[in-house]
């Protein structure tokens, strides 16, 4: 049986490494480097991730409390400018949870304080970005605001390798992070199976003694993170609309009518485009896109 990557595994991962109990000060490091502070303690950080979340489309990797401060850290794989509105629906639950804990009552007449939000997106996908961007909720209002009444945002650091240096420098563990990721994804490009760019990243990480003897310790665990038996049926069922939908966009950008030959045709191919970054089989994508054999190896 073939096994292939997670299409989540550096989040299963991220979250492993920065979002456990026993990893607290690794995620400390972090925190310090991205906020040139000098907390000494791990158990100055109260995780406060939320495992169970209602919305189900949301992600939850680590959110912690810090003195005054709510900082909730996401890893992304995927350019999302929907973060802010993803961050904001999170948040609630998290102001929520934290509410109960303290025993406040939002019908108070009296006003309640709460911790100040740090939304911080860790992204490492493959496309090209700024070493910093900030997204705002007011980009996806219906109406345009010149000066938007109420603002949400979220900080996206990339994280790929060559990017944010200075603060890969200042923490060892993201080091750690972003030299295993990269080390996978070469290995991918190089042509390995998915199990074999695992694993010889993993061996890599063993070699250079990447967080103490944690790869060595868990190996197989964090194979089995980074593994999983692909479905193909379920996954072309939860992608193909995005990737027709993607195609559809990139269509009409091309300046010609909707509907027209030539703007389906320009579609099309950017749906193949997609589909072929997800490294699907071709006989897929001939089957969704009507493009022949030859057509997709000119891709």
């Given at each position: 049986m073939n096994v292939e990557p997670k299409r989540n595994y550096r989040d299963t991962l991220f979250k492993k490494i920065f979002g456990s109990e026993e990893n607290k000060h690794y995620l400390l490091q972090l925190y310090n480097a991205l906020n040139n502070s000098n907390y000494k303690n791990p158990n100055d950080l109260q995780l406060t991730t939320i495992e169970n979340i209602?919305?189900?489309?949301?992600?939850?990797?680590v959110s912690f409390l810090?003195?005054?401060?709510?900082?909730l850290y996401e890893q992304q794989a995927t350019y999302n400018p929907n973060m802010p509105l993803r961050g904001l629906m999170y948040y609630a639950q998290l102001y929520q949870e934290y509410l109960t804990g303290i025993k406040r009552n939002l019908?108070?007449?009296?006003?309640?304080k709460i911790p100040n939000p740090n939304f911080i997106v860790f992204y490492n996908?493959?496309?090209?970005?700024?070493?910093?961007?900030?997204f705002k909720l007011s980009n996806a209002f219906i109406t345009p605001q010149e000066s938007p009444k109420f603002e949400w945002t979220a900080k996206m650091l990339n994280i790929n390798k060559n990017h944010n240096i200075a603060l890969q420098k200042k923490c060892e563990p993201l080091y750690y992070y972003v030299e295993f990721a990269s080390r996978v994804?070469?290995?991918?490009?190089?042509?390995?199976?998915?199990?074999q760019a695992m694993t010889d990243a993993v061996d890599y990480a063993i070699k250079h003694n990447f967080y103490g003897d944690f790869f060595k310790k868990q190996k197989s665990e964090v194979l089995n993170m980074s593994l999983t038996e692909f479905n193909q049926e379920e996954y072309d069922r939860e992608k193909h609309d995005d990737?027709?939908?993607?195609?559809?966009?990139?269509g009409e950008k091309s300046g010609i009518a909707k509907g027209e030959i030539l703007g389906i045709k320009k579609g099309i191919l950017e749906t193949a485009k997609n589909m072929l970054k997800?490294?699907?089989p071709f006989d897929v994508i001939t089957k969704y896109?009507?493009?022949?054999l030859a057509e997709i190896q000119k891709l």
């Amino acid at each position: 049986m073939n096994v292939e990557p997670k299409r989540n595994y550096r989040d299963t991962l991220f979250k492993k490494i920065f979002g456990s109990e026993e990893n607290k000060h690794y995620l400390l490091q972090l925190y310090n480097a991205l906020n040139n502070s000098n907390y000494k303690n791990p158990n100055d950080l109260q995780l406060t991730t939320i495992e169970n979340i209602i919305y189900v489309t949301i992600k939850n990797d680590v959110s912690f409390l810090i003195e005054s401060e709510m900082t909730l850290y996401e890893q992304q794989a995927t350019y999302n400018p929907n973060m802010p509105l993803r961050g904001l629906m999170y948040y609630a639950q998290l102001y929520q949870e934290y509410l109960t804990g303290i025993k406040r009552n939002l019908y108070s007449t009296r006003l309640i304080k709460i911790p100040n939000p740090n939304f911080i997106v860790f992204y490492n996908g493959p496309k090209e970005t700024e070493d910093e961007v900030e997204f705002k909720l007011s980009n996806a209002f219906i109406t345009p605001q010149e000066s938007p009444k109420f603002e949400w945002t979220a900080k996206m650091l990339n994280i790929n390798k060559n990017h944010n240096i200075a603060l890969q420098k200042k923490c060892e563990p993201l080091y750690y992070y972003v030299e295993f990721a990269s080390r996978v994804n070469s290995n991918i490009k190089k042509g390995l199976s998915a199990k074999q760019a695992m694993t010889d990243a993993v061996d890599y990480a063993i070699k250079h003694n990447f967080y103490g003897d944690f790869f060595k310790k868990q190996k197989s665990e964090v194979l089995n993170m980074s593994l999983t038996e692909f479905n193909q049926e379920e996954y072309d069922r939860e992608k193909h609309d995005d990737w027709f939908e993607e195609g559809r966009i990139e269509g009409e950008k091309s300046g010609i009518a909707k509907g027209e030959i030539l703007g389906i045709k320009k579609g099309i191919l950017e749906t193949a485009k997609n589909m072929l970054k997800d490294k699907l089989p071709f006989d897929v994508i001939t089957k969704y896109t009507g493009l022949s054999l030859a057509e997709i190896q000119k891709l």
